[in-house]
């Protein structure tokens, strides 16, 4: 079978919001409280950074349990990776997730400034030029044969879908109006020229879409 180049887990707001904006070392989502998206997701029992017994069965921790299902590689935007802009003053700044960051793979950070790459446990970032069907080429190739993750942020997905190249989407909308910031879409109605859509209301409030190639 085709590697196929998934979105997962992406949450949004009903006004199709994923981020805020003026983001800072402090606040990685901006002026968006990340808590108002992803609630959903770490009230299940699956959450990978749970620390007490507990939480939620059912349809929202399927998909907090599949995450990682036959994933090979990361691709991310250098703004998830971190909050730097432009030429890179050192090489201290080794992602928001401390030494055990939470992919497990290669993970392939898109930037106009490269880097060494550099290992943290079993994740291996990378940090790559290049438009996103190179970027994407590479990503398969470290992938060995699984698929690649594309993780976000909005402006590399909307990169990815604007080339044409993303096989699977599933976004979260999360039942919350923001307002401003950093919009995947409108309406999910943008992309039914090219994916089939099913939505799947949870009983937690959210909406899973689920998005595949016609």
């Known amino acids: 079978m085709a590697q196929l180049l998934r979105v997962q887990n992406f949450t949004v707001s009903r006004d ?3 981020a ?3 983001q ?3 606040r990685p989502f901006g002026h968006v409280q ?3 998206l992803f609630s959903w997701a770490g009230a299940t029992a699956s959450w990978p950074m749970r620390t007490d017994p507990g939480g939620s069965r059912g349809l929202d921790d399927y998909f907090t349990r599949d995450f990682d299902r036959n994933i090979g590689a990361e691709i991310m935007g250098r703004n998830k990776f971190g909050p730097q802009r432009g030429p890179w003053p050192d090489d201290a700044w080794r992602g928001w997730w401390g030494d055990e960051p939470p992919f497990r793979t290669p ?3 898109m930037t106009h400034h490269e880097r060494p790459s550099f290992t943290l446990s079993d994740t291996t970032f990378h940090f790559v030029g290049g438009d996103p069907a190179d970027v994407l080429a590479q990503a398969r190739e470290a992938a060995q044969g699984k698929d690649v993750r594309l993780g976000g942020g909005v402006t590399t997905i ?3 879908l ?3 190249l993303v096989d699977t989407l599933h976004v979260v909308v999360s ?7 950093l919009r995947l879409w409108d309406s999910p109605g943008e992309l039914l020229d090219r994916f089939h859509l099913e939505a799947v209301p949870s009983p937690s409030g959210v909406t899973h879409h689920l998005f595949w190639r016609k």
């Open 158 to 160: 909307r990169e990815f």
């Open 107 to 109: 993970v392939f950070v």
């Open 175 to 181: 039942p919350v109006t923001l307002g401003t910031g």
């Open 16 to 18: 199709g919001i994923a």
């Open 162 to 164: 604007d080339a044409d």
């Open 20 to 22: 805020g904006e003026d």
């Open 24 to 26: 800072t070392l402090e």
């Open 34 to 36: 990340p808590e108002r």
